[in-house]
């Protein structure tokens, strides 16, 4: 391999998801939920996959031999320290693959010799050479890496890598073990190293950053400037302690800053989301709101000024678009920081078409929910927005109710409605006490709505707890919920039915006059 076939655009991604992510406290993941994770990192486009520590226990062996097997595309890398009982059970689970790589390391500072190896530099450097020509007798893809490379002295580096280089090394990979460098530093290093060592155009150089001080990604890209072709990262930056560079902000920021970053790497954005959310469901890590990329808030805007320039030109605060990373659409999120503007186009979204007047009523009193709400949704602008004829003309108000339930059978509801000023009474029997409410509505407000949605749960605890119910109607391509609130759980359910009747009537008065409402009703 040439120096110049390292310079072209093209940046490996090497994603440890399944080892140094696993490694994570609490992020342990099944034989299964690897098999699956593996294979949407194969399908994404991802260059390298490391599997696992085979030798750290028969299941790491086992889904490191089973990874090798099914993966289509990508290299399939299984880790090793420097001992050949190590690098031998790495190289039988990855024999299977049709791209097998065996990475072995060593560490290399200082520190970590006189503390943790409790040997000299001449040690090992034998043990690199050992290691990296036991690797390569297994196999022909080697990645040797010096663990602690940025705390290492330069010159003890050099030796490391050019012994590594001569003994069959195919990658060389120099981590920022405890995330300690600065872009800087770390470019430096690169550049120092490549140019020090006489060898270093056989190998491709690799980065490993972790995120200490929460300049992993911008350490993985300065040591691509500084000459290597490989990032190692993983799906939502997890790893040991804060984690590893995040595999969506690496492959984002070369895409997008293509004019100070000009490279490119084969791994495909639209699944950027989804691996996201498959890695934190498998993990059980739930992924900050604000975190770069995939973030509930990254493409999420409240602020009145942001959203008003959203609502002109996208480009004015999103420097991607959701899709590219398998987001379907940017979030305008209703709360005390929006504008007018974004207030009135989420009305249009909901079907509201408000006169001047009844807009800036309705925007005032949107501002005084939301200063007591951290966050209004859709349903709670329909509400504000119906309120005067939800609340004060409800179609259809509940009056009296007595159901007659239990082993004895049938189960039957006995029902009184306030429907536009007339009391009516029905009785009907069902499959169940709420059936035979429900069944009871039906006779005396006929309707075509389909029951999507029935939902209770307790709003505090003890048996005595309010009961809050959710009721979901659609028709016609309208689709409500209404919800009701009882100690009595059958009150509550009557209640919610009755609240998702009266939306759809509402709904399907909107965009009619005043008088034309009026007289609807």
């Not at 390298?48 to 750290?56: H, K, R, S, T």
């Not at 790589?101 to 000299?120: D, E, N, V, Y």
């Not at 004019?259 to 490119?264: C, E, M, R, V």
């Amino acid at each position: 391999m040439t120096q110049a076939s390292h310079n072209t655009d093209k940046v490996l991604i090497f994603d440890t998801t399944l080892r140094d992510g696993e490694q994570s406290p609490g992020a342990t993941m099944t034989f299964d939920e690897k098999l699956e994770v593996a294979d949407l990192l194969d399908t994404m486009g991802v260059d390298i996959i490391e599997a696992g520590f085979p030798i750290a226990s028969d299941g790491d062996f086992e889904a490191v031999q089973a990874i090798a097997r099914r993966v289509k595309h990508a290299t399939v890398a299984g880790l090793a320290r420097a001992g050949f009982k190590d690098i031998d059970r790495a190289g039988e689970a990855v024999k299977a693959a049709q791209r097998g790589r065996i990475h072995t390391f060593i560490a290399t500072s200082p520190i970590h010799l006189k503390f943790q190896l409790m040997k000299s530099e001449e040690e090992v450097l034998d043990l690199v050479v050992a290691s990296v020509t036991r690797a390569r007798n297994l196999c022909e893809d080697i990645e040797w890496s010096a663990m602690d490379a940025t705390r290492t002295p330069l010159d003890f580096l050099k030796r490391c890598v050019d012994a590594a280089i001569k003994a069959g090394a195919t990658t060389i990979n120099l981590p920022d073990t405890v995330g300690y460098a600065t872009p800087e530093e770390y470019q430096a290093m690169f550049e120092q190293i490549r140019m020090g060592v006489s060898n270093a155009d056989r190998a491709i150089f690799s980065v490993h950053c972790h995120n200490d001080l929460g300049l992993a990604a911008a350490n993985s890209l300065a040591g691509v400037r500084g000459g290597a072709r490989q990032i190692e990262c993983t799906i939502n930056g997890i790893g040991e302690r804060a984690g590893n560079a995040a595999l969506e902000e690496i492959v984002m920021a070369i895409r997008t800053r293509g004019d100070a970053l000009p490279y490119i790497t084969g791994v495909e954005p639209k699944y950027l989301n989804r691996a996201a959310k498959l890695v934190s469901a498998v993990t059980s890590f739930p992924v900050q709101y604000n975190k770069a990329i995939i973030g509930r808030n990254a493409f999420a805007h409240e602020s009145g000024i942001h959203q008003d320039g959203m609502l002109k030109n996208a480009s004015t605060y999103e420097i991607m678009t959701p899709e590219s990373v398998g987001v379907s659409k940017t979030s305008l999120v209703m709360g005390k920081h929006s504008g007018s503007h974004a207030f009135k186009e989420k009305l249009k979204e909901l079907g509201y078409d408000l006169g001047e007047n009844a807009l800036a009523d309705a925007f005032k009193r949107f501002k005084d929910l939301a200063d007591r709400k951290k966050v209004v949704y859709d349903e709670d602008i329909e509400a504000l927005v119906d309120n005067e004829i939800v609340s004060a003309h409800d179609r259809v108000k509940l009056v009296a109710l007595t159901v007659i339930a239990g082993t004895m059978g049938p189960q039957s509801a006995t029902l009184t409605l306030d429907i536009e000023g007339n009391h009516v009474t029905c009785q009907a029997t069902g499959n169940g006490p709420v059936d035979a409410i429900f069944n009871a509505v039906a006779k005396l407000v006929p309707h075509q709505a389909k029951l999507d949605l029935y939902q209770v749960h307790a709003v505090t605890e003890g048996t005595d707890a309010q009961a809050e119910v959710s009721v979901g109607l659609s028709e016609e391509g309208k689709s409500v919920i209404g919800r009701g609130a009882d100690p009595d759980t059958l009150v509550a359910s009557v209640r919610a039915y009755l609240a998702a009747l009266n939306k759809l009537a509402v709904r399907n008065t909107r965009g009619a006059k005043p008088d034309q409402m009026a007289a609807g009703r």
